[in-house]
């Protein structure tokens, strides 16, 4: 009995310990992220599972994922650009030693729908579903990753009032359209985006990005760490998997782009010592399919590019 007394008080200690280096009064971890973001500096702990976005609001944040947190989304298809764990301004501090997954499907309209086969018929760039596992937000940011991170998009065709099929000798049924499809907002992915500002970023853990599209003449894009704007430092020393592909019936994506570290506008550090695997695809002949890593020279570990046409 007194050895057990003696480890329940000792277990109480260390964790009054990490309470207060997080920032936090020890009191009992609640299921899910607590307590909610404010304009304030919050220490925010997440322990659990949540299945709601973690917005944690203006100010220095602190969020920490412990190892039995899940934060897991679907978002509505009326939220385009939904972000699973969004620090907001600020000079905040994001580390995940849990799970982050956040899913976006949304139904589109592609070239020669609905209106009467018009080729140059746009989709509304509103549509194009464009998931953030992780948002540091404006601001010098510190984001780390040692848990998992699975960000998904997927964009599929809207029933058409005027199939493609009807369309007799439409441009659209040759693999090529009018349309302007190139300012149209790629159908997107993106497991850790480090925004505006001077931002530290690693990975020592597994970061999954993949952005899917069957909608004729949509961009489809994915990138696993991309750190915006300003000087920033990035470090890999886990898994990084990206995945983009375009597999529409008729008319070819303009660009399919998958991208393992972009380290953005600004003098930026990117060192990789773990592994990378980058892989687009597209099923129509005649479109762009571009694949790169961007970033930074210093890459010497595994490394996977694949680009299929």
Request: glycine share 12%; proline share 6%.
């Amino acid at each position: 009995m007194e050895t057990r007394a003696r480890s329940s008080r000792l277990a109480a200690t260390v964790l009054s310990c990490v309470a207060i280096v997080c920032g936090l009064s020890p009191s009992p971890v609640r299921a899910g992220c607590a307590p909610a973001g404010t304009s304030h500096s919050d220490a925010i702990l997440c322990s659990g599972t949540q299945a709601e976005r973690l917005a944690s609001g203006s100010g220095d944040d602190h969020v920490s994922m412990l190892a039995d947190a899940d934060v897991s989304i679907e978002p509505p298809a009326s939220v385009v650009s939904p972000i699973a764990i969004d620090a907001g301004p600020g000079r905040d501090t994001v580390v995940n030693e849990g799970s982050v997954s956040i899913t976006a499907t949304q139904s589109m309209e592609g070239a020669g729908t609905p209106n009467g086969c018009d080729p140059s018929y746009r989709s509304s760039p509103t549509n194009s579903p464009q998931a953030i596992g992780i948002a540091g937000g404006a601001g010098d940011d510190t984001l780390e990753n040692r848990g998992a991170i699975t960000a998904r998009s997927t964009a599929e065709p809207a029933p058409a009032a005027n199939p493609a099929s009807q369309c007799g000798a439409s441009a659209s049924l040759h693999g090529k359209s009018d349309r302007e499809s190139t300012s149209d907002p790629a159908v997107s992915s993106t497991g850790v985006q480090g925004g505006d500002g001077h931002d530290v970023i690693g990975n020592s853990g597994t970061l999954e990005a993949s952005a899917t599209s069957s909608v004729d003449g949509q961009p489809v894009a994915a990138t696993g760490i991309d750190a915006g704007d300003g000087d920033d430092y990035v470090v890999n020393s886990g898994t990084i998997i990206v995945t983009a592909a375009s597999t529409p019936p008729n008319v070819a994506a303009p660009s399919v782009t998958a991208v393992g570290i972009d380290g953005g506008n600004g003098r930026d550090t990117v060192a990789n010592d773990g592994t990378l695997a980058v892989d687009s695809t597209s099923s129509v002949g005649g479109t762009n399919v571009s694949l790169s890593l961007a970033g930074g020279d210093d890459v010497d570990a595994t490394i996977t590019l694949e680009a299929h046409a």
